[in-house]
């Protein structure tokens, strides 16, 4: 069952037993959880008529007890707080309080404590507590998310909160899709390990009797990994429309905020038409939008002229027929002998020509036409500005370079095409640090002196970056940090499988690049996830292979992943992948979680 | 999917903490336990939630005596339209079955099956013509939370009587089409009739009769097509009745898939565009002000006045 019908199974079941006018109440994480898979007018259709958020809800004393007050928050100490207050001084007739995860007995003391009213009806636990983006992909969306580089006595308490989090958002998943889960490690990493751990001790020791479902044939895998082990996918720029799209402009909750790219242009007629600066891009919704998230930039470009020929066919037809139209409703206000005649003999000849009924089909289609218009521009929008972005620094260029980097060898190569681009006025900073952190990534042990001199080219060259940050990297995601075989030159069968597949020749250069997270999945999908690299918590063994696998990434998946996630399930492989991270990251995020890393770790050392 | 219910034991919880909260009370004082009876009986569902009692810690020994109030006057009208909506949906399965006879073959005149369509459908176009005029009073000014509500349920209901408006013109034009394969049928019949006949009699009747068959032929296609005029002004009729409606409508209802429909875009924007809108409010004010109207209309009239007394002047000195 996918994640995207469980929220949505959890909303409808909240909504459908109250009858009358409701009002729903969210907090900041809750609303980014409904609004993805639920729009405004289903829930007026459930005649919730009003939303509001647990902050702003207090601040207003009007009472309006014609309504019902459906909750729906996460149990944290605030919102119970804030509920206590409402609940002393309640404005709506019944309250039904809905927690996205587990309440703890003290909360429910407290709450039961305010209720002097009386006027709580219901308390339960409906765990939608992740933001299910797209079907088989889930995130957290998680603020502080660079808390997994650091080691634990740097921030023991915010590391604590970040691990909590992240286990009940893995444990609300598992409770929606009613599983109790092997789990499984990345060794290397000691977020990771806490994770999994204090997931098991939840799943298997505290809340054993919540999770307690019938055991199928072969249990499910929860896999907890470290972004580390993969740096490479996120700095790399994307050329699959949904990974594009978040890569150039930024996509937060499916919404895409045009703003962020400066001033549209206002002279193309179709642009016009786009009346708000956001735009909604979600495969539930949007037919053209599920049919082309996963294809590359070329095909995209064919696709939409087509739907703008398709359109525009449709449009001037409309338009014939309003001319029709009015000009027949003119001739009518005249009354006399002669115009019924000219009128009698139009409109027959308009319904020769089947114009009437064109007419009346205009009219009936209008909300469908209306809709492609929509439609037709915000793809049309979106694909210029990428498309004016690419051209603007030089993206065709430099990602022929980083996919090189990342996919194909030649040490001197490399780095003659490096250095080029390091000394290309056109290439912006952020391109350039993402370059040589490839390169880094790379060849970090071949030629030092080079490396070297890159790293100075690149302080020179960009005023704005902070220095040491690729070794921080380094540091980091570095050869010796990583378990899985990034690059393909550790093992013997991974070197051959390159050499062929350098002998065969690539489709595309530019979407050659497979993230890690391909390979971890075939040899899940074939048992050979190595134990040595791979452990299992305290006493779980799986037998077989596992039917369902969760791969949860700390630190954030990305687009890319997320896009072999789904073409490996439609494989029908027998094995069905859900992926999910406490962050959807793009490389300006991954950049920025760096730095911010790196700054708690440099402080953080000169107090030691 | 897995729940969990927790209200039994939030229940229980608060029941214990009740029976700790109302010994205190009761030994404030006696009378107090009268006071909480009396109150409990006045209260009835149709009075606004206040507490009645303020002065009363206990009240919440009332027990499940929860009331919904009173809720505002806009209800009422949002009901009837809700009502109108519903009525209109009957109607609609009616016509819907009018049709079905209207175009069975049948040896009498039809009018009547026509007139009960005509006047079904006549009727169903008044009834949403009134709730669109009635869904214009829901419309609230000030940026409350009420409006806010007022907002929503107009959208849902404007939503409604958009579906049925589309329901209504499906249902005619497939009655129409069909209508018109029948006559057409009909119509061809009896051409096909006259012609064979015509070719008949032709050969012995030459000039007089071929002409008058002609006249017959001639007759019976205008009276053909004034039969479709009418219908064909008909549906002209309806669909710029319909038109009207549905680009009222099409203001207030969500376009599905865009991001008007994203709860999360409508929560963030009520406070932003609430601003917005008074600051477009002053400026409009502002420049309607000093606009260029305001200064010709008030240029023209000194002019007329000026005019005016020259008149006068020229009167007077002729």
């Known amino acids: ?608 | 999917m897995a729940t969990r219910n927790r209200t039994l034991l939030f229940r229980k919880y608060r029941n214990s903490l009740r029976s700790v909260r109302a010994p205190m009370t009761e030994a404030k004082s006696g009378v107090g336990p009268v006071i909480e009876m009396a109150s409990a009986s006045l209260l009835h569902p149709k009075r606004s939630y206040a507490p009645v009692s303020t002065e009363d810690p206990g009240s919440s020994s009332r027990g499940g005596a929860i009331t919904v109030g009173l809720p505002p006057d806009w209800v009422d009208v949002s009901e009837e339209i809700s009502g109108n909506i519903q009525r209109a949906r009957t109607k609609m399965a009616e016509l819907g079955k009018a049709h079905a006879k209207a175009l069975m073959p049948t040896f009498g005149d039809g009018k009547e099956d026509q007139h009960q369509i005509e006047s079904l459908t006549q009727e169903i176009t008044f009834l949403l013509r009134k709730s669109e005029k009635q869904l214009q009073k829901l419309s609230a000014a000030g940026p409350s939370e009420d409006s806010n509500v007022r907002k929503n349920v107009q959208r849902s209901l404007a939503t409604d009587l958009q579906f049925l408006s589309m329901e209504l013109r499906k249902k005619q034009s497939t009655y129409l089409k069909r209508l018109r394969l029948q006559k057409e049928d009909g119509g061809d019949l009896e051409m096909n009739l006259n012609g064979s006949s015509s070719r008949a009699e032709d050969d012995d009747f030459d000039d007089i009769l071929f002409s008058e068959h002609q006249m017959s032929k001639i007759k019976k296609s205008e009276a053909i097509s004034v039969e479709r005029e009418k219908e064909i002004q008909q549906v002209v009729e309806s669909v710029n009745e319909l038109a009207q409606i549905m680009k009222d409508l099409s203001a207030l209802v969500i376009d599905q898939g865009t991001i008007v429909d994203r709860i999360d875009y409508n929560i963030q924007n009520v406070a932003s565009t609430v601003e917005d809108g008074l600051k477009q409010l002053q400026k409009a004010e502002r420049t309607q002000r000093s606009g260029g109207m305001v200064m010709c209309a008030s240029v023209l009239v000194i002019l007329c006045f000026i005019m005016i007394v020259l008149l006068i002047l020229k009167e007077i000195f002729l």
């Open chain 1, 1 to 608: 069952m996918a994640l995207v019908t469980s929220v949505r199974d959890y909303i409808n079941r909240m909504l459908q037993d109250i009858s009358g006018m409701k009002v729903l109440i969210l907090d900041s994480e809750t609303v980014s959880n409904v609004s993805i898979v639920y729009s405004q007018s289903e829930l007026l259709q459930k005649e919730v008529f009003l939303v509001e958020m647990i902050d702003s809800i207090s601040a207003s004393n009007e009472s309006m007890s014609h309504l019902k007050a459906v909750y729906f928050v996460r149990p944290t100490s605030e919102n119970v707080q804030k509920l206590r207050h409402q609940l002393a001084n309640p404005r709506f007739g019944e309250y039904h309080l809905f927690f996205s995860n587990l309440l703890k007995d003290t909360q429910i003391h407290i709450l039961a404590d305010s209720d002097e009213q009386e006027v709580v009806q219901q308390v339960q636990e409906f765990y939608a507590d992740f933001v299910a983006g797209d079907p088989y992909h889930f995130t957290l969306n998680m603020a502080a998310n660079h808390l997994y580089m650091l080691p634990a006595v740097v921030d023991p308490s915010g590391l604590q909160r970040y691990s909590d989090r992240v286990v009940d958002g893995i444990a609300a998943v598992f409770l929606a899709l009613k599983r109790r889960p092997v789990i499984r490690y990345q060794r290397t990493s000691d977020t990771a390990k806490r994770i999994a751990q204090e997931t098991a001790k939840l799943m298997y020791q505290q809340e054993s009797g919540l999770f307690d479902f019938r055991r199928t044939e072969s249990s499910p895998l929860l896999l907890v990994i470290d972004r580390r082990d993969d740096p490479v996918t996120p700095l790399l720029n994307q050329w699959t429309y949904q990974a594009m799209v978040h890569e150039l402009i930024g996509l937060q909750d499916n919404k895409v905020d045009l703003r962020a790219i400066g001033s549209l242009p206002k002279d193309q007629q179709v642009v016009s038409l786009l009346q708000y600066r956001e735009v909604v891009l979600s495969s539930e919704q949007d037919a053209f939008f599920k049919s082309n998230m996963y294809e590359n930039f070329g095909d995209i470009g064919m696709n939409i002229k087509r739907m703008v020929d398709d359109f525009q066919q449709v449009a001037k037809s409309n338009q014939n027929i309003q001319t029709v139209g009015t000009n027949i409703a003119s001739l009518k206000l005249y009354s006399c002998k002669d115009v019924q005649l000219l009128v009698l003999v139009t409109v027959i000849i308009c319904e020769c020509f089947g114009f009437t009924e064109d007419m009346a089909r205009f009219v009936d289609n209008y909300p469908e036409y209306k809709k492609m218009q929509g439609n037709v521009s915000k793809h049309v929008t979106l694909v210029t500005e990428m498309s004016k972005l690419v051209e603007a620094r030089k993206l065709m260029l430099v990602s022929q370079t980083e996919q090189d980097l990342a996919c194909n060898g030649g040490q001197g190569a490399a780095y003659e095409a490096v250095t080029d681009l390091l000394n290309n006025e056109s290439v912006s900073d952020i391109d350039r640090l993402r370059l040589v952190m490839l390169y880094a990534l790379r060849y970090e042990k071949e030629n030092p002196v080079q490396l070297m001199q890159l790293f100075n080219k690149l302080a020179s060259r960009s005023p704005k970056y902070k220095q040491g940050l690729v070794q921080f990297l380094l540091k980091q995601a570095g050869v010796e940090k990583r378990t899985g075989d990034l690059f393909g030159n550790r093992d013997l069968l991974n070197i051959a499988r390159n050499m062929a597949r350098g002998l065969k020749g690539v489709e595309n250069v530019y979407t050659q690049h497979q993230p890690l997270l391909f390979q971890t999945m075939e040899s899940i999908t074939r048992g050979r996830l190595r134990d040595v690299d791979y452990p299992f918590v305290g006493d779980h063994f799986q037998q077989g292979r596992p039917q369902e696998v969760v791969i949860f990434m700390v630190g954030g998946t990305t687009y890319e992943e997320s896009r072999c996630v789904a073409l490996q399930n439609s494989t029908n492989s027998g094995i069905r992948f859900i992926l999910g991270g406490t962050a959807v990251l793009n490389s300006k995020r991954f950049l920025m979680d760096l730095e911010e890393a790196q700054r708690i770790s440099r402080s953080g050392s000169h107090m030691v």
